[in-house]
């Protein structure tokens, strides 16, 4: 009968962090991909080095968040 204790060893696996970090990296991932489309669809006058400039921007806003 049990007492209300049990062996850790017996749970299953789950590696929470690094599912976290692989969540993070994707929601990263898509969200830079996303900002880029938007960018050349509403923004198609945007000379490369702006653009370059505007996405660096957001990716430092975007890493800011996801910590």
Do not use: C, I, W
């Not at 994707?26 to 669809?41: G, P, S």
């Not at 198609?44 to 968040?65: A, I, K, N, T, V």
Request: charged share 20%; no cysteine.
């Amino acid at each position: 009968m049990s007492d209300g204790n049990f062996n850790r060893a017996l749970l299953p696996h789950t590696p929470y962090q690094s599912g976290l970090q692989t969540g993070k990296s994707l929601a990263r991932m898509h969200a830079l991909e996303a900002f880029k489309e938007y960018l050349q669809r509403f923004h198609p006058d945007l000379d490369e080095g702006h653009f370059l400039q505007q996405l660096e921007h957001f990716r430092q806003l975007l890493s800011l968040r996801l910590k």
